[in-house]
């Protein structure tokens, strides 16, 4: 899967050409440039609420993001408390309370699902026909609990997804040379 990278401003968004390809989706992985949060390294655009930034840091970020790919409405910004887990929730509106756990499924318009990661995977998969999308945040708990693989099936069940009508992509994750793993993590 090709990711293109959008230039123009020091937010940098990646997009997936083949998701790109479906008119009705609006998707991006950022990157770590362009914020405003200091403690991680300067201009970071933390997008997570963290002890270590300050809230109106990443509302701002949270609104520098949305704006870049044209979105007004930040209501409608979904996300999860993550907890390195299999537990995928189907949404239809915002949600009252916050949510936890590691994937989101929805096929009702204008909503927008959020995956917060730092040396995990984001995957996105987008029923072409249905127009229903999942996020998913896949770490390696995530990954041995087969959680993509579920939210397919989640996908199946709710809105009729056909996986020969899914588009994928995996978004960028930490590489081998920052981040070391034991024996049972590669097992």
Same mark, same amino acid.
């Given at each position: 899967?090709?990711?293109?990278?959008?230039?123009q401003? =020091?937010?940098?968004? &990646?997009?997936?050409?083949? /998701?790109? =390809?479906?008119?009705? /989706?609006?998707?991006?992985?950022?990157?770590?440039?362009?914020?405003?949060?200091?403690?991680?390294?300067?201009?970071?655009?933390?997008?997570?609420?963290? =002890?270590?930034?300050?809230?109106?840091?990443?509302?701002?970020?949270?609104? &520098?993001? /949305? @704006?870049?790919?044209?979105i007004?409405?930040?209501?409608?910004?979904?996300?999860?408390?993550?907890?390195?887990?299999?537990?995928?929730?189907? !949404?239809?509106?915002?949600?009252?309370?916050s949510?936890?756990?590691?994937?989101?499924?929805?096929n009702?318009?204008?909503?927008?699902?959020?995956?917060?990661?730092?040396?995990?995977l984001?995957?996105? /998969?987008?029923? @072409? =026909?249905?127009?229903?999308?999942?996020?998913?945040?896949?770490?390696?708990?995530?990954?041995?609990?087969?959680i993509?693989?579920?939210? !397919?099936?989640?996908?199946?069940?709710?809105?009729?997804?056909?996986?020969?009508?899914?588009?994928?992509?995996?978004?960028?994750? !930490?590489?081998?040379c920052?981040?070391q793993?034991?024996?049972? !993590?590669?097992?």
């Amino acid at each position: 899967m090709a990711i293109k990278t959008i230039p123009q401003t =020091k937010l940098q968004l &990646l997009r997936s050409e083949k /998701l790109a =390809k479906l008119p009705w /989706l609006r998707h991006a992985f950022s990157t770590r440039h362009g914020g405003v949060s200091r403690p991680y390294g300067g201009n970071a655009l933390n997008l997570g609420f963290t =002890k270590h930034d300050t809230r109106a840091a990443v509302e701002r970020n949270r609104g &520098l993001f /949305l @704006k870049r790919l044209g979105i007004t409405n930040a209501r409608a910004l979904i996300t999860l408390r993550q907890i390195h887990s299999d537990l995928i929730h189907r !949404v239809e509106s915002p949600p009252e309370h916050s949510l936890s756990g590691d994937g989101l499924i929805t096929n009702t318009s204008g909503l927008l699902l959020a995956i917060l990661t730092a040396d995990c995977l984001p995957v996105i /998969l987008a029923d @072409k =026909k249905n127009r229903a999308v999942g996020v998913f945040h896949a770490g390696w708990r995530g990954t041995v609990k087969r959680i993509v693989e579920k939210g !397919v099936g989640e996908m199946q069940r709710y809105f009729g997804s056909d996986p020969r009508n899914m588009i994928a992509a995996i978004g960028p994750g !930490v590489q081998s040379c920052c981040y070391q793993v034991g024996e049972e !993590v590669r097992q």
